[in-house]
């Protein structure tokens, strides 16, 4: 996925420095986002680790904990596809099947302008960051103070400060800010409304951007498109994204029907079989549309 850079003044060092982001991964269940702070202890059901056994070490390095506990983790790098795994859930999350279709919907790259509206835990933001970076910038809206103060808090201590500013805003009463007008390339909209939001987003979208909404029910969906096309917007499509997770593991293959059994003291045939690991359903529908340009609309009018 997209590299994060480590929150310190020596970013880029391949050794964790005072003061820089790690994951603590006890299991693919058990991941902590931590500020490495010297002489301070984290502890876990894992045991008691101490920072200053974490300062100075490579990324990927086992830690083990002190004291009577044989526990251990290890240190990893803070990428945006592991943090969306640590991230403390303070609304429901998109996970990563979805992060890169919308990832795609929007052409978010280098340069880029967008606009978040509902921040929620941060998971898509911080995806959307690194995709922009170093030139882009991406303005994320969240209407729950609370939440807003502990997305930027999260989103400092990480170094996205220079790529992410977040706003406590309420998109769907107040619209967007009046210097974005004509200025965002893409709009992404995780709220409860989205076609409340769509006639601001249109002051602020260039010619051909893109707005992309997440909405669970297909209602939201129907609501939304109308709204849309009321705006003359065009490539109005749904996507639903189910993800099928599958397995590798070695071992003998089953005996077919009708195949003699291997006589005694023949070996057994090795081999690697696939099979499906449990998978998600539904999550949401993603709705992509792409504003019209200027002498299109001259045309309809």
Request: charged fraction near 20%; charge should be neutral.
């Amino acid at each position: 996925f997209f590299q994060l850079p480590m929150a310190s003044p020596s970013a880029g060092a391949l050794s964790i420095v005072d003061g820089g982001t790690v994951i603590l991964f006890g299991s693919t269940k058990e991941l902590q986002l931590l500020r490495v702070e010297k002489g301070r202890v984290t502890n876990n059901r894992y045991g008691n680790f101490h920072h200053d056994d974490i300062i100075g070490r490579s990324y990927g390095s086992k830690v083990s904990s002190r004291g009577k506990s044989t526990g251990f983790m290890y240190v990893l790098e803070p990428t945006p596809y592991m943090i969306t795994l640590s991230v403390v859930h303070r609304t429901q999350i998109i996970y990563h099947a979805d992060i890169a279709l919308l990832m795609g919907l929007l052409d978010v790259r280098p340069g880029k302008i967008v606009v978040e509206a509902g921040t929620g835990s941060g998971s898509v933001s911080q995806s959307l960051g690194a995709a922009l970076r170093p030139t882009g910038k991406l303005h994320t809206f969240e209407f729950n103070a609370e939440r807003k103060v502990t997305a930027q808090r999260e989103f400092d201590q990480c170094g996205w400060s220079d790529v992410i500013s977040v706003e406590c805003r309420d998109v769907c009463t107040d619209g967007l800010p009046s210097e974005l007008q004509d200025k965002v390339d893409s709009c992404f909209f995780d709220i409860p409304e989205p076609w409340a939001v769509v006639e601001h987003a249109n002051k602020c979208l260039v010619q051909q951007g893109r707005i992309v909404t997440f909405s669970p029910c297909i209602e939201q969906i129907q609501r939304t498109a109308s709204a849309l096309r009321r705006l003359h917007y065009h490539g109005i499509r749904v996507f639903e994204c189910l993800s099928k997770p599958w397995g590798v593991r070695g071992g003998q293959l089953s005996q077919p029907r009708g195949v003699k059994r291997a006589r005694d003291g023949e070996s057994c045939r090795e081999a690697v079989e696939s099979y499906q690991l449990p998978m998600r359903g539904h999550t949401s529908y993603l709705l992509l549309a792409i504003r019209p340009l200027d002498d299109e609309l001259r045309q309809i009018a």
